[in-house]
Every structure is written in C-alpha cells, then in structure tokens.
C-alpha cells in the first residue's frame, strides 16, 4: 500500500497572519514542516498542497512536491482532496502545515491502522486534563470501546456529571488518515449540521456513519494559530538544537 503525506498549506490566516512563512530557527513554519515529516520515514511521498506562490517556491527550493492549488476551499481535507488528481497513493495522511515538529511513531501507528481492512479513517488522540478539556480550542472525542470515534466537541465531553476522580478526556490531534476512495467522496458531501454547529469537518463523516479509528498517542503537537504559539515553538526548537 504506497502511502503519502499531503500537508495543506493555505496562506491566509487570522490570529497569525502569514503563519507558515514565519521564520523558525532560519526558516519558515511550513518547511520546517515539510522536513520533519520527510524525517519520519513513514511515507513514500510527501507533498505540499499551497494556494501561494511563496510557499511554492519555499518548498521547491527544498527540493520537495508541491501542488498548487487553484481553487478555494473550506478545509484543509478539500484542499488535498484536488491534489488527488497528481498524487498516486492508496494511503493519504493529512498533516497540518502548522505543526512542524511531526512524531515518526505517532504517524506509523497511524499507518498501521490500516492493517485492518475494514479501516477507512484514522486520526490521533491524547490524554489531557479536565482543566484543558474547557478550552474550546482543545477539541475532544469519546470512543467507543474499539477506539472508533462516537463524537467530537470544542465542550468537555464526557460531561461529569457526579464530579466523579476517576473521569478521564481525550484530546483529538488533528491528524487524518484516509483511503484515498473515502477522502474523494467525503470532500464531495455537503456540509452537515453538527459540522456547522461546532465547525468540525470531521463531524461530517460522524454523521454519515464512517467509522473513525482513534489511535492513542502520547506526542502533543505544537499547533502554530498565535504568536505565543510561533513563540512556545521557537523555544522548543532552541531545546532540542
């Protein structure tokens, strides 16, 4: 099964303007990401899906893919779904473009998923606190006891009631995994209402009854949306150099 890793790479942003061109240790957000994903070893191709010409020639400068696309879309997962008609892949991994410090065993376990015939998606989750679980920015998933997805929510699900010690939550990382035939079908459905409700595009295959398989990882990723975010980053990498 040849597998490959589409990061989308959309340069408008809100919170951080231009985020993936952002310098981090010398260069930008999006070929740092670029590389620690082609560092994992985990993917016969890797690609970045971009809608500007900078980071096109950032990523070809590194002597990467890029595909450039022409159209707008509303998620990252539609983004790489136009990509589809270049890339030949049976197995497509979703990596955010604004996380570029990517975990080799976190992605292969996300592979290895797929072991299982009938798996058609798989993402990642982590433990956390129920403090962080009322951040609406810390989206949280409840499985059922085969680790597929039951629900996704920006609120502390489940809700504990009892104020019960023993009550644990799920932390959803947001890192797809897809059969090339269920990512070219899923971009072509409607929005649904829960995904307008919490703005979650993954709610849309919930909805639909796709069995998501939630894999277990310890690796928090360091999502880049703020400043303090590109800060913490910068950090972190002064840490491991």
């Not at 061109?21 to 560092?39: F, H």
């Not at 932390?171 to 059969?179: D, P, R």
């Amino acid at each position: 099964m040849k597998t490959a890793a589409l990061i989308p790479a959309r340069y408008a942003s809100t919170r951080l303007p231009a985020k993936l061109v952002q310098d981090l240790g010398g260069i930008s957000v999006i070929q740092r990401t670029y590389i620690s994903t082609l560092a994992t070893g985990v993917f016969d191709e890797v690609w970045v899906v971009t809608d500007h010409e900078l980071i096109r020639e950032q990523i070809l400068d590194l002597g990467g893919k890029v595909y450039f696309s022409a159209k707008n879309h509303q998620s990252g997962s539609d983004r790489i779904a136009e990509a589809l008609e270049v890339v030949d892949a049976d197995l497509i991994v979703n990596v955010q473009g604004d996380e570029p410090f990517q975990d080799p065993h976190s992605l292969s376990e996300l592979v290895r998923a797929f072991d299982r015939p009938k798996v058609k998606m798989a993402s990642l989750m982590c433990r956390i606190s129920e403090d962080e679980s009322y951040n609406p920015n810390a989206v949280k998933v409840v499985v059922d006891e085969h680790s597929n997805a039951i629900y996704f929510s920006r609120s502390p699900i489940p809700f504990n009631r009892e104020k019960a010690r023993d009550v644990f939550y799920w932390k959803h990382i947001g890192v797809y995994a897809y059969t090339r035939e269920l990512l070219a079908e899923f971009t072509t459905w409607p929005k649904g209402y829960l995904e307008e409700v919490e703005m979650l595009e993954q709610l849309r295959l919930i909805e639909r009854g796709v069995k998501i398989k939630m894999v277990e990882t310890t690796h928090q990723a360091i999502a880049i949306d703020t400043q303090e975010d590109l800060d913490r980053a910068r950090n972190f990498l002064k840490s491991i150099l």
